[in-house]
């Protein structure tokens, strides 16, 4: 059984633009009422002509002249008014696409190609958006002018224009299988477009790696095969479009043989008079162009259908974090954090914390250590609801997270990850990131704490300096700078450092390390222990092992154990 097409999703996005949708209809309709009116001027020019009665085609060229400015005003309404309808509900339907993939949990990030999703919000929409133009802009007009023309060759000689119909019966049905094949063809091919481009996306962002390995003749031939692999799939729908239009053609010429045949019967037999039949033949020359665009509109239209099923595929993913109904705003907390009984899975196979309960009070400093995979920072990212655990509970202040909304959750919580990302802006910019107004003393406040006012000053332009893709014209610790003084403007109850000095020099790890001091004093912090000096002076220190807290205690405290946490100091942290 055939799925319903998704084109019925796009309606909703069609009832705000009734009114621009409604004036074009009225213009297209204004458009198309001149065509039988077109077909008859050509017959009764001709008629003048073949009378060399010059006044009479004078009054018809008069004629003619008026018709033509009224229908080219209707025409130029009816392509502005559908232009205008069909970018904004492109434009409605990139914003909705967008905002619900930001309501989508990391999980999917993980998992998903960029380039592909890049795809689906450019060039998929955009076909959308075309597809709505063609619809109200060519196919109704089309449908229109065929219904109006035909009325009027009917109107002329009804069996002339019965025999010339025999052959659309046939046509209708080539065009519908021609279109499925197209749907598929086209389906195809913009899925090894995304690919193409999601591997391009991967590429040029890992560039770095690809020269150090010297890869680059390794990427060629993966792009080279995936390059061809979208020719193939581009090709086939390309060539049953050709065949499509060879077929479809042949026909209409048949039926214009049969048309001349029948007409000179017709005039034969005193059914016809020869101006009438020119005026038929012109009728017939109109319906060449919107038989062909309607043709060509299914066939887009088919292609169109591969991306709209594309677009609400994404629509139709569920976010796995949502807010409950009524959820509270979180108020200004103290920094109490209780894990209760907390078992967290990222698939059913493989769990990864275990009856995980752990209480964190207010200004408390917790390190978190353990090898590769025993689940830190698992344990902290639930914290901000990146995931929510299959069981158990997570209060801050007493208050379960689930019930708050994450906005509110969210801006409590300042995180400082081991890779800073920066984005294109300037530097006050990226400080001030999710902060529509801000003062630029409180961003050089912020820098000041976080020891990155100094070298911001240096810059010619200073907090104005425009910050590359990715911040890559600023060093590591720089950045690292930057991402710390985000977090102090935030002004957070609770903190997570994620790894934050690991890349580090040691020159730029003292900056950095005197910067996090700062920064973590009176908080609540959570630190994902590598190598910071930091974990020395932790109130306690967690050794993780999978999914479940093994040790607990103070450097000093762990060290006299000589358990787990000093075979890893012994590794990592003595120096």
């Known amino acids: 059984m055939k799925n ?11 009832r705000p633009q009734k009114q621009t949708i409604g004036k074009a209809l009225a213009c297209t309709v204004v458009f198309t009422i001149f065509w039988p009116i077109i077909a008859w001027l050509v017959g009764e020019t001709a008629k003048f002509i073949g009378k060399g009665d010059l006044q009479g085609f004078g009054q018809i060229a008069a004629l003619s002249a008026v018709i033509f400015l009224i229908r080219g005003t209707a025409q130029y309404g009816q392509d502005t008014l559908m232009a205008k309808a069909a970018l904004t509900i492109a434009l409605e339907i990139r914003k909705k696409v967008y905002t ?5 949990n990391i999980g999917y990030f993980e998992t998903a190609k960029t380039g592909d999703l890049s795809y689906r919000l450019t060039e998929d ?3 959308i958006g075309e597809v709505v133009n063609k619809f109200f802009h060519q196919f109704i007009p089309c449908v229109l002018q065929l219904i109006a023309v035909l009325g009027y060759m009917i109107y002329l000689n009804w069996q002339l224009t019965l025999g010339a119909l025999i052959i659309a019966p046939l046509m209708a049905i080539l065009i519908g299988w021609f279109g499925e094949k197209l749907l598929s063809y086209s389906r195809q091919s913009q899925n090894r477009i995304s690919d193409l481009s999601a591997l391009l996306t991967e590429v040029f962002s890992g560039i770095r790696l690809i020269k150090a390995f010297v890869a680059e003749d390794y990427e060629i031939a993966r792009f080279a095969e995936e390059a061809e692999q979208n020719r193939r799939a581009k090709y086939l729908s390309e060539r049953i479009k050709a065949l499509q239009f060879v077929v479809v053609g042949f026909l209409e010429a048949m039926s214009v043989i049969l048309l001349f045949f029948l007409g000179g019967w017709q005039i034969s037999q005193g059914n016809l008079t020869g101006t009438e039949f020119i005026s038929y033949i012109a009728g017939v020359a109109l319906l060449i162009d919107p038989i062909a ?9 088919k292609q169109g259908e591969a991306s709209s099923d594309r677009i609400f595929e994404l629509l139709a993913i569920v976010p796995a974090i949502v807010e409950k109904p009524g959820a509270i705003e979180l108020p200004h907390v103290t920094g109490k954090v ?15 914390l275990q009856n995980m309960s752990l209480l964190v009070l207010p200004g408390e400093m917790i390190a978190l250590v353990g090898a590769s995979g025993a689940g830190k920072t698992t344990l902290v990212n639930l914290l901000p609801r990146f995931y929510d655990p299959q069981a158990g509970q997570i209060l801050i202040d007493g208050i379960d997270i689930q019930d708050v909304t994450l906005n509110t959750l969210r801006r409590q919580i300042g995180i400082v990850p081991q890779e800073t990302i920066l984005f294109s802006g300037t530097i006050a910019q990226n400080i001030a990131f999710g902060q529509s107004y801000y003062e630029l003393k409180d961003v050089q406040k912020a820098a000041e704490i976080a020891n990155a006012h100094q070298f911001i000053s240096e810059f010619p332009d200073g907090y104005q300096t425009w910050v590359g893709e990715r911040g890559v014209n600023l060093s590591g610790g720089q950045k690292q700078r930057i991402a710390i003084a985000r977090a102090v403007l935030l002004a957070p109850r609770i903190l997570i450092l994620d790894e934050a000095t690991s890349a580090l020099d040691s020159e730029s790890e003292g900056l950095v390390q005197e910067a996090l001091e700062r920064l973590m004093r009176d908080r609540t912090v959570f630190i994902i222990a590598h190598r910071l000096a930091t974990v020395r002076k932790a109130d306690r220190i967690l050794v993780l092992e999978k999914g479940r807290i093994v040790e607990s205690g103070t450097h000093e405290e762990l060290l006299e154990k000589g358990d787990r946490y000093a075979g890893y100091y012994a590794q990592q942290f003595s120096q």
């Not at 665009?293 to 239209?301: C, L, P, R, V, W």
């Not at 894990?339 to 990864?352: C, D, G, L, V």
């Open 293 to 301: 665009i309607t043709t060509a509109n299914y066939g887009d239209f």
């Open 4 to 14: 319903r097409s998704t084109y019925w999703q796009i309606l909703p996005y069609l």
């Open 125 to 127: 929409i955009d076909r």
């Open 100 to 104: 619900h993939l930001q309501k989508l």
């Open 338 to 352: 209780e894990y209760r009984n907390i078992n967290f899975a990222y698939n059913s196979e493989t769990p990864i």
